[in-house]
C-alpha cells in the first residue's frame, strides 16, 4: 500500500508533466508554428512581387526610352535640318511634306556668289528632326534668286506639294513644283524634265498657271498652264490652256484647249499669273 500510496503522486505527476509537456508542444507548436510559416511566406512572396514588380518597371522604363532614343532617328530623315554656316540669302515657307499633321520648314539659300549658277539650294528641316537638300541648277536662279513658297496638297494624297521660285526672265518668274518621297526632295516632272512653271508678261506674249479645285474639296484636281500671244497689233490674244493632273511625281498632260483672251478682260490678268494658293511673283 506504501508503495501504491507513494507511486500515485509520482505516477501521476509524471502523466501530469507528460501531459503538460504534451499539451505544450502540442498545443503551441502546431498553430503557432504553421501561422507564422503560412505569415513568413506571404511576406516573402509579396516581397518577391514587389521586387518583380519594380524589376519590371525598371525594364519598362528602360524599354520606354530605349524607344525614345531610337524612335527619333529611325523615323526622322538623316542630318539635322539645320542651315549649312556658310547660308545666306535665306526665305523660308512652310508645308507639311511628309504629311505627318506637323508643318516643317522649306528654305531656299545661297552658298558662294549667288549670281552664279549652282549658288542656290533648297531644303527641308522636318518638324520631327532631320532634313533633305537639293541643288538647284536651272540657270536662272542666279539671276532673280530661289524662294520658297508655302506648300499644299495639290493632288490629295495627304502631303503637301511646294513651289519655289527658280529663276526669271526679262519679264517673268519661273517656278519648280516640289515633293518629299521618302526624306528626299523630288522635283515633280513636266513634259518628262524637271517642272518650270512660268509666270508673267511682255508685250505680245504671256505665260501663267492656275491650280483648279473643280470639286471644292480643298485637293487641287488639276493644273492649267497658258501660253499666248498677241494677234497682230489688236487687245486679242490666242492662248493654249493646257490640263494637266499631278500623279505619282509626274504632271501629266490630259488636254489643251485654244482660247481667246482679250487683254481688257477683267479675267485676263490670271493667263499671267501664278494662281496656286500662295505662290507670287
Ligand atoms: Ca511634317
Ligand atoms: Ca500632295
Ligand atoms: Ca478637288
Redesign the pocket.
Known amino acids: 500500500m506504501d508503495t501504491n500510496q507513494s507511486m500515485r503522486p509520482t505516477l501521476l505527476m509524471a502523466v501530469a508533466l507528460l501531459a503538460a509537456s504534451c499539451s505544450g508542444d502540442s498545443g503551441a507548436a502546431p498553430s503557432p508554428s504553421s501561422t507564422s510559416t503560412t505569415t513568413t511566406s506571404t511576406t516573402t512572396t509579396s516581397t518577391t512581387t514587389t521586387s518583380t514588380t519594380t524589376t519590371s518597371t525598371t525594364s519598362t522604363t528602360t524599354t520606354t526610352s530605349t524607344t525614345i532614343t531610337t524612335t527619333v532617328p529611325e523615323s526622322a530623315c538623316g542630318g539635322s535640318g539645320a542651315l549649312p554656316e556658310l547660308a545666306e540669302n535665306h526665305s523660308l515657307a512652310g508645308g507639311?511634306?511628309?504629311?505627318?499633321?506637323?508643318?516643317?520648314t522649306i528654305h531656299t539659300y545661297s552658298i558662294g556668289d549667288p549670281s552664279l549658277a549652282g549658288a542656290w539650294w533648297l531644303q527641308v528641316s522636318?518638324?520631327?528632326g532631320g532634313g533633305a537638300s537639293q541643288q538647284l541648277l536651272d540657270p536662272g536662279t542666279s539671276l532673280a534668286g530661289a524662294r520658297p513658297f508655302d506648300g499644299f496638297d495639290i493632288n490629295g494624297n495627304g502631303k503637301d506639294e511646294f513651289f519655289a521660285r527658280v529663276g526669271a526672265g526679262a519679264s517673268t518668274s519661273e517656278f519648280g513644283l516640289f515633293e518629299v518621297v521618302d526624306c528626299t526632295i523630288h522635283r515633280i516632272a513636266l513634259d518628262g524634265q524637271p517642272s518650270v512653271f512660268t509666270a508673267g508678261a511682255s508685250v505680245n506674249f504671256v505665260s501663267g498657271f492656275e491650280c483648279v479645285d473643280i470639286d471644292a474639296n480643298g485637293a487641287n484636281d488639276f493644273l492649267i498652264v497658258y501660253t499666248g500671244s498677241r494677234l497682230g497689233e489688236t487687245d486679242e490674244f490666242e492662248i493654249t490652256a493646257a490640263q494637266y493632273f499631278v500623279l505619282d511625281g509626274m504632271v501629266t498632260f490630259m488636254l489643251a484647249d485654244g482660247i481667246g483672251g482679250n487683254i481688257n478682260d477683267p479675267d485676263f490678268a490670271k493667263f499671267a499669273s501664278a494662281g496656286c494658293p500662295g505662290v507670287t511673283l
Open positions: 507639311d511634306v511628309n504629311g505627318d499633321g506637323d508643318i516643317d522636318f518638324a520631327n
